[in-house]
C-alpha cells in the first residue's frame, strides 16, 4: 500500500506544476491545463482522505463532480480561446485587457 | 519577464513550504484499501440524486454555450 504522505506528495507535486504553468505562461491553452492539474491534485488529496476514513464516501463522491465541473469549465474556456482566435488571430492573454479591472 | 520569473519561483517555493509541511504531519503509515465501487455508484442515484440531476444540467448548459461560442458568424 501507498503510504498516506506519498500520495499527499504527488498531490503537491501537481499543485505546484499547474501554479507554474498558471503564473507563468501566457498561453491560455496551457493555462487551462494547469488549473486542470490543479484540479486533479485537490480530487487527489480528496480521495486520499478519504481512503483513510472507508466507512465515508462524501470526498469521492466531491471528486467525481470536481471531475465533472471541471469538464464543463474546460469546454467553456476552450471555447472562449477559439473564439479569441478567430477575432484577434492572437491568443496571447497578456493582449487582452477588456476585463481587466 | 522578471515578474514571470519572480511568480514561477512564488509556485516552486510553495511547492517546497508544502511538502514539507506533510513531510513531518502524523499520517497513518498506510492507506486502508476497501473497495466502494457499489456504495458509490448507489449514492449518485440516492444521496446525491438531486447534484447529480443538476451537475447534469451544468453539463448541457456548457455544451450548448460552447456550441454557441465556436459557431461561425453568418454574414
Known sequence: ?101 | MSFRVLRGVIAIAFGLLAYTFISGAPFPSEILWVPNVDEIGAALFKIYGVPFEVASLIIVVAVFAAIYLVRRDVA
Not at chain 1, 26 to 46: D, F, K, Q, S, T
Open chain 1, 1 to 101: 500500500m501507498i503510504p498516506q504522505s506519498y500520495v499527499l506528495a504527488f498531490s503537491i507535486l501537481l499543485l505546484s506544476i499547474g501554479a507554474l504553468g498558471v503564473m507563468t505562461k501566457r498561453n491560455p491553452i496551457v493555462m487551462l491545463m494547469g488549473i486542470e492539474l490543479m484540479l486533479n491534485a485537490a480530487n487527489i488529496n480528496l480521495i486520499s482522505f478519504s481512503r483513510l476514513f472507508p466507512e465515508g464516501f462524501t470526498a469521492q463522491v466531491f471528486a467525481l463532480f470536481i471531475i465533472l465541473v471541471a469538464a464543463a469549465e474546460s469546454a467553456i474556456a476552450l471555447a472562449i480561446v477559439v473564439r479569441i482566435f478567430r477575432n484577434h488571430g492572437i491568443v496571447d492573454i497578456s493582449l487582452f485587457e477588456g476585463l481587466r479591472w
